[in-house]
């Protein structure tokens, strides 16, 4: 599925309408960042493995970045940019392999240093004898003894021909090099990263003063072209469908549409019976009511309930959802389909959005060694396929913060827009053990308190997600003179910036007290609250 949008035959993707700068990713953890800084200064940036054939490239960057990676540029099996690369006549910046990468290319002159040099070093940038020496466009504006990041144990053995230096540092003769009239930068550091301070001056001095990069990519800018280019790949008469759940993707796709080709986005939203408090009725009160999106919404919650009847294994859970989704999905997508060619003017429906973010895409993409191919994606849960439709995927060129600021611009409430993510699977795998109604119950009351006084106290913010879970099995309890065994609730609060590694939000303890007494004077059965406080790694976030 990843493929199978924003390739050369859709109408005007934003590499083609937005000064672009290329990004060929050789492996590093960090690759992602440089696309993210680049977007910060509103330049359109995009990544892509560096095998990448320049031949199938069917637009031109303005600039190209050579990332970092872990390989050996003299290793036998060592990545290599495409050579068309360098006969492209645009400015090319190398970092850390990608400097390395550029040298290697003029002369192979690059050898393993005698240690690995990780961690901070100051950068001096007027490297020759006179303290007067012209200082590179690269680093124009920046203080000489910046501090910047290294990360390397390979070195240049000499500056290849037609370069200078251009910065130094205590370990490193070549910290930096410049071929001026190729407009080709190499830097041993990591500009990208947050231990280089200054390093967004870096990248913007290559993108705008070097490349000559428009810092026209907006959320704005970016909208008004989607639509358009939605306009055209689903022509006068065509139909897209979608499922909305609630959450900041879907529905700032749903909204994207709805701009774009009105009530010919079929939003669908199947209440599984397993999601937060009245969250049915709220999606459905704002997509249509708040935001004029054509939504369906289809109450399966008994059909749901019954299936997960007595099962206990979440893996088994998680199957009998996205499988029964998928079948109600296509019962009512073909009832819709049915319906809207006996409009007319109505075309067939040809589409399906799917909310797509470009993290996805990086992943799909990214280098991941020299020995393995690079794989094309397949669509999550196979339902386009299934129904023989095409994927539409307006969100695939952005990033989460991209998506909210679009959604702000849509008029989507704020709230809603900077929504803690929710699982597919819903308060099914936040009950460990068997699902029943009662549970479920529970778990939402238990949950709507502690997200209610979350968002009264001013944190729902600072918290990147806050949930409360249903643990297994009873805990003892005293209500009035009676000895009562009753549930125990879990509530769950961390913060993350990707979600990979995560830390339990630090509450004061008096306001995890009168939390924990709301809930046991407020949902009936249970007897006890915990919070949980295990970190990410070891623990993950969900519980099961
Ligand atoms: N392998 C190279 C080195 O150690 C490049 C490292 C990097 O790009 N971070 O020098």
Excluded at 61 to 73: A, E, H, R
Excluded at 526 to 539: D, F, N, Q
Aim: hydrophobic residues 40%; glycine residues 8%.
């Amino acid at each position: 599925g990843i493929v199978s949008n924003g390739s050369a035959s859709d109408p005007a993707p934003p590499h083609e309408t937005f000064d672009t700068i290329l990004v060929l990713d050789f492996g590093s953890q960090y690759t992602h960042l440089i696309t993210r800084r680049l977007r910060e200064l509103n330049i359109y940036s995009e990544m892509l493995p560096c095998t990448q054939k320049l031949a199938d490239l069917t637009w031109k960057p303005k600039g190209i970045i050579l990332s970092g990676g872990p390989y050996s540029v003299y290793a036998a099996d060592a990545p290599h940019v495409d050579p068309e690369v360098f006969k492209l006549d645009v400015p090319i910046l190398g970092i850390c392999y990608g400097l390395q990468e550029i040298a290697w290319h003029h002369g192979k002159n690059v050898l393993a240093g005698e240690k690995r040099e990780y961690g901070r070093a100051s950068l001096n940038i007027r490297p020759s004898e006179s303290q007067q020496a012209h200082v590179s466009k690269l680093f124009e504006s920046l203080p000489n003894d910046m501090e910047v990041w290294m990360s390397h144990g390979d070195k240049l053995s000499r500056i290849p021909d037609g370069f200078t230096t251009i910065a130094t540092t205590a370990n490193s003769a070549y910290a930096g090099i410049a071929h001026e009239q190729k407009e080709y930068y190499g830097i041993q550091f990591h500009p990208e990263v947050t231990h280089t301070p200054q390093g967004g001056v870096v990248i913007k001095n290559f993108a705008v003063n070097i490349c000559k990069a428009q810092q026209n990519w907006t959320m704005e800018a970016f909208k008004d072209k989607e639509v358009v280019r939605i306009r055209k790949l689903v022509g006068e008469t065509g139909q897209v469908i979608g499922a909305v759940s609630g959450g900041v993707d879907s529905t700032v796709a749903a909204k994207l549409m709805h701009e774009a080709i009105g009530d010919r986005f079929h939003a669908v939203m199947v209440d599984n019976g397993v999601l937060r408090m009245d969250e049915a009725k709220q999606v459905k009160e704002t997509l249509t009511k708040g935001l004029g999106v054509n939504l369906t919404v289809i109450d399966a919650s008994e059909r749901f309930l019954g299936l997960l009847k007595g099962v206990s294994d979440p893996e088994k859970k998680r199957k009998i959802i996205g499988n029964t989704f998928i079948e109600i999905f296509e019962e009512e997508a073909k009832k819709i389909a049915k319906a809207a060619e006996s409009t007319p003017k109505a075309g067939k429906i040809e589409y399906f959005l799917q909310g797509t973010l470009y993290p996805d895409v990086i992943e799909s993409i990214s280098f991941k060694g020299p020995s393995q191919t690079i794989k094309t994606h397949h669509n999550v849960g196979g339902l386009p396929e299934k129904m023989n439709l095409k994927l539409i995927e307006p969100l695939r060129e952005l990033f989460k913060d991209e998506v909210r600021k679009m959604g702000l611009d849509l008029g989507i409430p704020a709230d809603l827009v900077g929504r803690h993510p929710f699982p597919g699977p819903g308060l099914a795998i936040r009950i460990i053990g068997d699902v029943t109604p009662e549970k479920v119950r529970t778990v939402q009351e238990a949950d709507r308190i502690f997200i209610e006084e979350i968002r009264n106290a001013g944190l729902y913010d600072k918290i990147s997600q806050a949930f409360a879970a249903l643990m297994a099995g009873d805990a003892v309890g005293v209500v009035g003179d009676q000895r009562l065994y009753g549930h125990i609730i879990a509530l769950r609060a961390v913060v993350t910036t990707d979600f990979m590694t995560a830390d339990a939000y630090e509450f004061e303890i008096k306001f995890l007290k009168h939390i924990a007494q709301r809930i046991g004077d407020e949902v009936k059965g249970v007897a006890r609250v915990t919070y949980e406080v295990t970190g990410k790694p070891p623990s993950t976030i969900e519980f099961e």
